[in-house]
């Protein structure tokens, strides 16, 4: 089973590669003996996120969710990066493509299929709900320093 990298790590930051996303395929996520998903790995805990965590997903061609899910609290953002298929969420079901962004609230049951005839790669974001406020949008500082490489 494929692992998550280490790229480089200090104080204020750390940097993973999770390899080639055509590659997706070669991890899988136990989360219990009895349940495993192919293709998906997440980076949060290997990046030491505290403030959310995030997947990857490679669905291949006739593959799905195989369940719906909702959060407690977690807000979720999915990217679709490669292939197409479809997103239900509360009943609908919608096309999704590469190029497509999906957010779901904590209520909202959400599955995702692979329908197209290549691989279907998302990246989940995930965070808590409800938190972000006017103010966050201005929260970055430009700094007055040159960059040098």
Not at 8 to 31: H, R
Not at 83 to 91: H, L, M, S, Y
Request: with cysteine; glycine share 12%; net charge negative.
């Amino acid at each position: 089973m494929k692992q998550v990298e280490r790229i480089a790590e200090a104080a204020n930051f750390s940097a993973i590669n999770v390899g080639k996303l055509n590659e997706l395929s070669d991890y899988v996520l136990e989360l219990g003996p009895d349940v495993k998903i192919p293709g998906k790995v997440f980076g949060g805990a290997a990046l030491q996120a505290t403030g959310g965590d995030f997947s990857f997903q490679m669905f291949q061609p006739g593959t799905e969710t195989g369940f719906l899910h909702t959060h407690k609290n977690h807000e979720e953002l999915y990217f679709f990066l490669s292939g197409k298929g479809e997103f239900q969420v509360d009943g609908k079901v919608f096309p999704v493509s590469e190029g497509s962004v999906v957010r779901v609230a904590p209520a909202g049951e959400r599955s995702v299929r692979n329908n197209g005839d290549a691989p279907l790669i998302m990246l989940c974001v995930q965070y808590r709900g409800n938190t972000f406020t006017p103010e966050d949008a201005a929260d970055g500082n430009i700094l007055n320093k040159p960059v040098v490489w």
